[in-house]
């Protein structure tokens, strides 16, 4: 019974091709405007993801407090406030995995004849876990190279290639500052931070070193920056009030008195990109569903018109035994077919379509099964949501009515 | 009557049937009673108007009368609910249109075989059937055919194939021979004619004398109301 009743949608499909055609053609553009949408947008959100699981997550930093001299603030790490005790002892608390103070700027770098400046980084080995740094070449220094203030340095990618060229950098020595450095690891590439800048145009060397011999320090032991990764997302808020209170307590600051210091949440700005594309992506996939609803809203015009026309048709088909069950059954089945034919091209359409985006654009594009499926949930639902009305009014006819309709 | 002792196929007692017009009530049919026996061949005639096909219609259960009783196979079908009288118009009776009625997308065998679609019979035995039926209206070399492909007398036999598909006891005809000139319409008036030979029951509407002089049994019809109901002597 089903079998016959497709074949005969299908024979009344193909009876007025062009309409068909034209009615398909709305959910093709419908189905692949929200193929396209949702590539494109759940695209969006991998690659921001894929940013944020480079820079590191749940970091935050301290620095140390600001000092006001004649009236002028010096701004955040102008007073040395904070101290490695004050990391150390940050390090032992409860949703800490990782502590490391560090102190950073730009410096001349010089291999040979040539030469490139960088950020230089001087931290201890905590760091590299908390950035999520990997060494591709060589190894890491470790406690011992901070304790004994070593000049050994990480390169990161792009001050590889721009100081040593072709050169293999491990075991090669640069100078920082007039200060020989041998390289003795080259980092893992991380692209692009959120902010655009290039997270590999780095060198990483101990703190000790760093104080003594690139940056220079007031006072032994102090430190501009302290950078912390919490143990998960739910547990950051806790952690840095943890930490707040702490440094309070170490700094034997009374109640009412200013911190002498400032925490910076570096996750919260990824966390806020992460949510805008997803609500970016949501939005897209809202405003390609609206095509897909006028596609529907075509069908349903074009099955009420279908409708009207083959009225003495449904007539004599309810003269010569079908139920109100049949032709409902029939009708629908033809919409939910035009649906389904222009949800499979439309599902094409939009592959070819966003793929083509990726190849020519190069823009990150995710295709998975589940929108895939979800298109085609769609389809059979907008096939008979906007189909039931149709076919309703077809079965509910008055057989000597529609026999009499020329 | 026609002298079977069989149960009537069909009894209608006080059938009335109203329209709703602009002006109000129209009364169609007033109180129609009429007794058929399986066998029969009646034909109903009258003049324009006077409820011919508005009593056909609720013999075919197309339509459901305003007062009265109708027992179809002795039973009262008078107030069924619509999917068992779909079921009734599938199984129990055969309809021939007076303007054919064939879907004109459709394979005369399709067209055929289509009440066995609603029957639930898979598709070789349709068919079979359909090729079968085709074939005793002597029309199974067109099987293949649009119904546009064949002439109006053709089309008729087609129809009248696809009425008695479902092996009904009962054909009802509206005016069969009125869109046919003489000559074809002596040969579906044959046609019939075997059939009702064959046992099946035939009540048809038509204007024509010569038509009804066919039948065993002519029933006249006058503004709604039967006026004369006399048997021609054809029947044995
Ligand atoms: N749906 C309807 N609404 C209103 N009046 C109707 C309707 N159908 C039929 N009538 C009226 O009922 C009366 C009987 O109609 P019917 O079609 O049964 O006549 P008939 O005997 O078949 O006539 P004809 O020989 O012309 O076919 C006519 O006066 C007609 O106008
Ligand atoms: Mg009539």
């Keep these: ?406 | 009557m026609a002298g079977v002792a069989n149960a009537p196929v069909i009894r209608v007692a006080g059938l009335s049937k109203s329209y709703e017009t602009a002006a109000g009530l129209f009364p169609a049919l007033r109180g129609v009673d009429l007794s058929i026996d399986a066998g029969e061949y009646l034909a109903i005639m009258g003049p324009s108007g006077s409820g011919k096909s508005t009593f056909m219609n609720l013999l075919g259960c197309l339509d459901t009368p305003t007062t009265g009783d109708y027992f179809l196979a002795g039973e009262n079908v008078a107030h069924m609910e619509k999917a068992a009288l779909a079921r009734l118009r599938n199984r129990t009776l055969g309809f021939v249109f007076q303007g054919f009625n064939l879907l004109p997308r459709m394979s005369l065998q399709d067209n055929v075989a289509l009440p066995l679609v609603y029957a639930g019979i898979d598709r070789d035995t349709r068919r079979e059937k359909a090729r079968q039926l085709l074939d005793k209206v002597g029309l199974g070399k067109y099987a293949e055919s649009m119904p546009n492909r064949i002439s109006g007398g053709q089309q008729q036999r087609v129809a009248i194939a696809r009425a008695l598909v479902n092996t009904p006891r009962l054909i009802l005809a509206d005016e069969p021979t009125g869109n046919l000139d003489s000559h074809t319409s002596e040969d579906i008036m044959r046609l019939f004619g075997d059939l009702n030979a064959e046992g099946i029951t035939i009540v048809l509407v038509t204007h024509e004398q010569d038509i009804a002089a066919h039948c065993k049994r002519q029933v006249r019809f006058l503004d709604g109301q039967i006026v004369s109901d006399q048997l021609t002597g054809l029947d044995a």
């Design chain 1, 1 to 406: 019974m089903l079998k016959a009743m497709l074949g005969e949608a299908w024979l009344a499909m193909g009876a007025n091709r062009l309409r068909t055609a034209l009615t398909m053609l709305g959910m093709v553009i419908g189905v692949g405007a929200v193929v396209i949408m949702m590539a494109i947008g759940q695209g969006a959100q991998y690659a921001v993801q894929q940013t944020i699981s480079t820079m590191g997550s749940n970091l935050f930093i301290v620095l140390s407090g600001s000092f006001t001299t004649a009236g002028v603030r010096s701004g955040a790490a102008g007073a040395p406030t904070l101290n490695v005790g004050d990391a150390e002892a940050i390090s032992e608390l409860e949703g800490v995995v990782n502590v490391a103070p560090t102190h950073q700027g730009t410096r001349q770098l010089v291999y040979g004849s040539q030469n490139w400046s960088s950020q230089v980084v001087g931290t201890t080995p905590p760091y590299l876990d908390a950035r999520a740094w990997t060494i591709v070449n060589g190894a890491a220094f470790g406690d011992s190279d901070v304790r004994s203030a070593t000049r050994v340095a990480l390169i990161g990618k792009t001050v590889a290639e721009n100081l040593f060229g072709d050169d293999d950098p491990v075991g090669k020595t640069m100078r920082i500052q007039q200060n020989p450095f041998i390289v003795i690891g080259v980092l893992g590439s991380k692209g692009q931070s959120l902010d655009g800048r290039d997270q590999d145009d780095t060198v990483i060397i101990p703190l000790s070193t760093a104080q003594r011999k690139v940056f220079g320090t007031p006072f032994l032991g102090s430190v501009r920056m302290i950078m912390i990764q919490a143990a998960s997302a739910e547990a950051m808020p806790l952690v840095m009030e943890r930490v707040e209170g702490l440094l309070r307590q170490r700094h034997r600051l009374r109640e009412g008195q200013p911190n002498d210091f400032f925490t910076r949440n570096l996750s919260a700005a990824a966390e806020s990109e992460a949510e805008t594309t997803r609500t970016m992506s949501i939005l897209l996939g809202a405003i390609a569903s609206i095509s897909l609803l006028v596609g529907g809203i075509g069908i349903m015009n074009i099955m009420l018109v279908s409708v009207t026309e083959r009225t003495r048709e449904i007539g004599i088909r309810m003269a010569i035994g079908a139920r109100e069950r049949d032709i409902l059954t029939q009708f629908l089945l033809e919409a939910v077919m035009i649906s389904f034919a222009g949800c499979l091209l439309g599902l094409l359409l939009g592959l070819g379509i966003a793929l083509a985006i990726n190849a020519f654009t190069g823009m990150v594009i995710v295709i998975s099964g589940s929108a895939a499926l979800i298109a085609f949930i769609v389809a059979a639902t907008v096939g008979i949501f906007f189909g039931w009305y149709p076919a309703r009014k077809a079965a509910r006819l008055d057989p000597i009515e529609a026999l009499r309709y020329q």
